[in-house]
């Protein structure tokens, strides 16, 4: 059982991974033994997670704007010079615009779409090379997108753009599913429902009359979104590609 979920040796890149679900799973990665890299678009924010976290082991900091193809061209030459080979890549960076219908801009729209969206695209595709370097037929490379219960289910609110977003990006997910099968990678996505961060407190109720609370009606926690991770890179996830994975207590059920 150890070796089938054992991540310790494997390198991962984690956009997004200085704060909220991003810093949670690039924590986890780095406890499981994996050397994690982490981008983020503010410097001294993705360098002081970096340091945190290689207290407990091996984590660099590779700070990148993401919202452009240059930007994922530019960090995808900067990791290639420094690690041979990547077996997992999440795909976490995004930005979220809430606005009401009447007002809501086309920059919500270009914003949200080049990060969330684009940006996951260009990462595979400037990757690519690392991801099949890693991979093999037993033990393939991943890429984990984190998408959105909200991809999945309408939140009730007023983030066309985000919601839109993330259900492409779920989409594309099942797309390079298909396409990277045969070299040995597999694509899954991740949609968390709302988690413990800056935008909800531990004692604050997030839904409201337009969002049911879910059968399990708490906040996601970082143990929470860090296992369903952990398997999908593991090897006992080595035969599962194409899945979007609701991480969110049963809200997308519809209950």
Known sequence: MTALFSLRGKTALVTGGSRGVGLM???????????????????????????????????????????????????ATVLTDLTPDLDILVNNAG???????????????DKVLDLNLKAPFFLVQHLLPLLEAAATADDPSRVINIGSIYGIKSSGGQTYSYSASKAAL??????????????????????????????????????????????????????????????LASRAAAYVTGVILPVDGGRSTGV
Not at 31 to 50: F, H, L, P, Q
Not at 95 to 109: C, Q, R, T, V, Y
Request: glycine share 8%; net charge negative.
């Open 25 to 75: 799973i690039a924590r986890g990665l780095v406890s499981a033994g994996v050397t994690v890299y982490i981008s983020s678009r503010k410097k001294d924010a993705c360098v002081a997670a970096a340091r945190e976290m290689s207290e407990f082991g091996q984590c660099i900091a590779l700070p990148a704007d993401l919202s452009s193809e240059e930007g994922c061209s530019d960090l």
């Open 95 to 109: 930005a979220i615009w809430s606005e009401p219908l009447k007002s809501f801009p086309a920059a919500a729209w």
């Open 170 to 231: 779920h989409h594309l997910t099942q797309v390079l599913a298909a396409e990277l099968g045969p070299r040995h990678i597999t694509v899954n996505a991740i949609a968390p429902g709302p988690f413990e961060s800056r935008m909800y407190v531990a004692e604050a109720d997030p839904w409201n009359g337009n969002d049911a609370k879910p059968p399990i009606s708490r906040l996601g926690r970082s143990d929470d979104i860090v296992g369903a991770t952990q398997y």
